[in-house]
């Protein structure tokens, strides 16, 4: 039987868009906001869970709108759904009833609502109202502490509308999770195999970072047998260094199904060998992930 980190279903009894996760990142229980029910995204990432579970192993340009947007949402079912589901957190139902009562007790605590789901959350036209109104349900029904988080690839973060969005989420205790897997343009193309340049998301992470706190998470993985190579991770280190509002760095490796057969996950000594490199060079805070 798979563990709990290693379980996750993304899909919720007839919910279409919220899930609970036991998060090895979130440390506890997180709530998962999908606003790609449809799996679209602007990457292939190599190690993506999703697209190992979906089989769209090819590039999915294709299947993003000219506009960037992606298949609309309902925003009331999906604000209905989430009120269920903390309802369920709340009256101890959750871990009674469902496959979450295998959840040890330190972790039945809901710790965020998180945008992660199948694709890129802000590619969708209906994310700014959505973050609004999952907002106002954890101002409502949830602790202090429970954090909105942003898993995002980085991609749209220059986009001007999106910051007063983004402001908001910040400021309900939220926080930015931006993926950077490479310290360098082949590297990138090789891992995220996206049409956008790595310099694209290089350079919207340096800047937005100027103005907005991060917290960077890289997936670092086995690709035929090798993990990323010394220069590779220099490179990736000196990158991060010149951002200014980095919280902290998440490295972690394949915990799940990859899409690849030749992507396997990194022991845990090499993990903690790079882990430990990025932090002498940056003097950041980097916490590693294992794979199980
Ligand atoms: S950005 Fe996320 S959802 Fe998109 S392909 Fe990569 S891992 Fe999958």
Redesign the pocket.
């Known amino acids: 039987m798979s563990s709990l980190v290693q379980y996750h279903p993304r899909r919720f009894r007839t919910f279409q868009y919220i899930y609970p996760v036991v998060s090895r990142r979130a440390g506890g229980l997180s709530i998962g906001v999908n606003l790609s029910p449809a799996a679209q995204?602007n990457?292939?990432?190599v190690?993506?869970q999703?697209?190992a579970e979906t089989r769209k192993i090819t590039y999915r340009e294709n299947s993003v709108r000219k506009d960037n947007s992606i298949t609309s949402i309902n925003p009331d079912l999906l604000e209905s759904e989430l009120r269920e589901l903390v309802g369920m957190v709340n009256d101890g139902s959750l871990f009674r009833d469902t496959w979450l009562s295998r959840t040890p007790p330190e972790k039945q605590v809901l710790r965020d609502i998180a945008f992660s789901g199948?694709?890129?959350p802000t590619l969708s036209l209906q994310f700014p109202d959505v973050v609004c109104r999952v907002a106002a349900v954890r101002r409502e029904l949830c602790t202090e502490s429970t954090k909105i988080v942003l898993i995002t690839?980085g991609s749209t973060l220059h986009r001007e509308p999106l910051r007063n969005t983004l402001k908001t989420l910040l400021a309900d205790n939220g926080e930015i999770w931006a993926?950077l897997d490479a310290g360098t343009p082949d590297y990138f193309r090789t891992i995220?195999r996206s049409a956008i340049p790595y310099e694209k998301i290089l350079a919207n992470l340096t800047e937005f970072s100027k103005t907005d706190p991060l917290v960077i998470q890289t997936c670092f993985v086995l690709l035929h047998g090798k993990e990323p190579d010394n220069s590779e991770i220099r490179q990736y280190a000196e990158h991060l260094r010149l951002m200014e509002r980095i919280q902290r760095v998440q490295i972690y490796t394949a915990a799940r199904q990859t899409p690849e057969s030749w992507v396997l996950p990194l022991s845990d000594g090499q993990l903690d060998g790079i882990s430990e490199t990025v932090r002498k060079l940056t003097g950041l805070r980097v916490d590693s992930f294992y794979s199980a």
């Open positions: 995204c990457f292939s990432c190690y993506c999703v697209l199948d694709g890129e690839n993926k995220a």
